[in-house]
């Protein structure tokens, strides 16, 4: 039971760790983002990921929404859709200036082409997620957007 245990905090400890690492480049951050989608292993935090910036506007959202409703994402933006079947997945190249960058992520969910476009920021030593839009799929969205428009009914 003890080595159960233990195994169970270790990997927990190990799982954080690696969601807790600086990512050195855009391709590294993205692909370690979308590694998820393709294992079914989603961490319950996903946070490490984001930009301090993204996480207060995710911790806003959170706070105002009312108990059992819905906040402003009511899809997954970063597949742009509910469900997923990712194939042919692949990070662009990226055009970094200073302490950000701007990259386009290419992959094929339930075979239709997609395009999902990434601010990121380079902060505490790795890059991070800042913002994500998307100008395909049957809607444009910018996600801080998407939480401004939230923002405006608090």
């Known amino acids: 039971m003890r080595k ?11 799982t ?9 480049t855009p391709e590294d951050l993205l692909t370690a983002f979308y590694e998820p989608y393709f294992t079914g292993d989603f961490a319950e935090d996903d946070s490490p990921f984001r930009s301090k910036a993204l996480n207060q506007l995710y911790a806003e959202d959170e706070k105002y929404t009312p108990p059992g409703e819905m906040g402003a994402i009511s899809a997954d933006p970063y597949i742009d859709g509910q469900d997923f079947l990712l194939t042919n997945f692949r990070v662009g190249e990226p055009i970094i200036t200073d302490q950000t960058a701007v990259v386009d992520v290419y992959f094929e969910n339930f075979d239709r082409p997609t395009t999902i476009t990434y601010d990121l920021v380079f902060e505490d030593g790795g890059w991070k997620i800042d913002d994500v839009s998307s100008e395909g799929g049957d809607y444009a969205y910018r996600l801080t957007e998407i939480f401004e428009e939230a923002r405006q009914s608090w």
């Open 16 to 24: 954080a760790a690696a969601l807790a690492q600086p990512y050195a």
């Open 4 to 14: 159960l245990a233990l195994s169970s905090s270790l990997f927990v400890v190990l």
